[in-house]
């Protein structure tokens, strides 16, 4: 078939047959037709012409995931997360991921373009799939860092992120720094990212247990437990429902504070929430298993009562969106922390996993198809203003996952493509799996294997959304 386009008739780049496409309200089947990177027609049968034909049967097309949170090449715990932008990227496109949210990590005396574009220039000639940046905020500059929120902003750079936590790591802001940058970033169009936990009762528990020489991983859990959280996620909903200003919870993990945020939702207020695959997946008991160390992250998995209270709000809609907080590291540094829980850097990875366990999840039953479509890719595009993404949509960006309901997958650190040497995942089989990944129309993953190009991904400018 050709398409009109302006210089005349083209033929189609790619057409997709015979899938069945999944979008959050509705479940079809049609073809798709590409043409110079993005999706230029939908219909029952868009015919045979083009430069390339695939054929879809018995395969559903979904929109590619965006993981809106994870951590590339990172410093943290006196060492760098174990995937850079090649690898984190890379790791991405063979799990359906074709656009991801790296965290520039802004210090004292730097600016906001200063440090994204730092980061942007090692992104650029290594990423394999588009990305998109959020700006931690550690340091206001005395009041400057707050005029430099615009320039951002027209830059595609629209949401910024405040930790609560982490205050001998330099990254910690005080309630006064996070409500001027909500307040900022109300007036530019932005959105503000926040993680929540408590630092003062955390550093009393650690004190507690190391001269208990209570060291194990276990207590990792018990010195962030699920009040800890609750009480910070309060925090940040208070104060953004008092300044009016949209707030972007990343990484709920509890009950609780789930709670307080969904209240505030259903009040009117512009409450965003997230949650990560290892929340919905395991509790706190993996503190107790040998292994671990390889488990801890900030916040930590909670109890049983808040997995299920998670999986209840993402059935509900309360949940807004699932992304990976992929932050990974190797054993050997894991294992710094063997005998003291402290000095385990804080992380797990996550990224090539996060599609696959969402629509494993649908598969079984747990949630629709349409429902795994909105939390991983239509509502973070929504969200974070990524208007040519999240959906299979004449005239967006042709990123599309071809995915094998029948297809049994059972993840092992041997068959993911990042470069870290052993996964949570292990041993967790899914039903289900990605066959194909496009980003662009690009082929960048096929059967197991990455087929794409370090450095075709773009930076993807940002409007200001939500």
Request: with cysteine; glycine share 10%; proline share 4%.
């Amino acid at each position: 078939m050709q398409i009109k386009l302006e210089g005349g008739l083209k033929l189609f780049d790619l057409i997709i047959k015979n899938g069945v496409l999944v979008t959050p309200s509705v479940t079809y089947r049609a073809d798709i037709g590409v043409w110079n990177g993005t999706i230029a027609a939908i219909g029952a049968d868009l015919g045979t012409e083009g430069g390339s034909i695939k054929d879809a049967e018995g395969k559903y097309v979904l929109p590619g995931a965006i993981d809106a949170h994870t951590h590339l090449a990172m410093p943290f715990g006196g060492t760098v997360s174990a995937d850079g932008y090649l690898s984190g990227t890379r790791a991405a496109a063979c799990g359906g991921v074709t656009t991801v949210f790296d965290y520039p990590m802004q210090k004292k005396g730097k600016g906001i373009l200063e440090t994204v574009k730092a980061r942007q220039e090692l992104c650029a000639p290594e990423a394999c799939v588009d990305y998109a940046f959020h700006c931690c905020i550690t340091d206001l500059n005395g009041g400057a860092l707050l005029e430099e929120f615009q320039a951002a902003v027209d830059y595609g750079v629209t949401s910024f992120k405040c930790f609560l936590v982490y205050k001998k790591e330099g990254m910690m802001v005080d309630d006064a720094t996070l409500i001027k940058v909500l307040l900022k970033a109300k007036e530019t169009g932005a959105i503000t990212n926040i993680h929540a936990e408590n630092p003062d009762v955390i550093d009393m528990n650690i004190a507690k247990f190391l001269s208990e020489g209570k060291t194990s991983p276990w207590y990792h859990y018990l010195s962030r437990p699920e009040f800890v959280e609750a009480e910070a996620d309060k925090r940040a909903v208070h104060w953004a429902k008092s300044v009016g200003a949209p707030l972007y919870i990343v990484h709920m993990a509890d009950k609780e504070g789930l709670e307080a945020a969904v209240a505030a939702k259903r009040e009117g207020h512009k409450i965003y929430i997230e949650t990560c695959p290892q929340y919905l997946e395991y509790t706190c008991e993996v503190y107790k298993r040998e292994d671990g160390r390889n488990f801890v992250c900030s916040p930590p998995m909670k109890g049983e009562e808040s997995r299920q209270a998670l999986w209840d709000a993402i059935r509900k809609g309360d949940i807004d969106t699932v992304a990976t907080d992929h932050c990974p590291f190797m054993s050997y540094e894991k294992d710094w922390g063997k005998d003291d829980f402290t000095k385990i850097p804080n992380g797990c990875a996550g990224i090539e996993n996060l599609y696959p366990y969402m629509l494993s999840a649908a598969n079984e039953g747990k949630i629709s198809f349409g429902r795994a479509v909105e939390l991983c890719a239509e509502n973070p595009a929504r969200i974070f203003g990524c208007a040519q993404k999240g959906s299979l949509t004449v005239g967006k960006d042709a990123d599309i996952v071809l995915y094998d309901p029948n297809l049994s997958f059972t993840v092992s650190v041997k068959n993911m493509h990042s470069d870290y040497d052993h996964t949570i995942w292990e041993g967790k089989t899914l039903q289900g799996y990605p066959a194909e990944t496009y980003v662009r129309g690009k082929l960048v993953y096929k059967d197991g294997a990455f087929v794409g190009t370090p450095g075709y991904g773009r930076f993807v400018k940002r409007e200001t959304s939500g």
